[in-house]
């Protein structure tokens, strides 16, 4: 267990959530445009590359994390 700055904690918790809400966003997608079938609600459009994209960001943080407060 290393010492850490607080205020190196706190951007490295800070771009964790940014990226984690960013693909929270992703996720949601948006509604699509096809006409509705009888009483059928409105269905999600997420797409793929955005997925991976936000992922791979998450991913990013997690590992500068890792790097930067040790891998316990």
Request: aromatic share 2%; proline share 3%; glycine share 8%.
């Amino acid at each position: 267990m290393g010492n850490h700055s607080k205020s190196e904690v706190a951007r490295l918790i800070g771009r964790l959530q940014e990226r984690h809400n960013k693909l929270v966003e992703v996720m949601k997608g948006r509604e699509s445009a096809a006409p509705l079938d009888e009483g059928r609600t409105p269905d999600l459009y997420v797409s793929a590359e955005d997925i991976r994209f936000a992922v791979d960001d998450l991913a990013t943080a997690l590992k500068e994390i890792r790097s930067r407060m040790g891998k316990g």
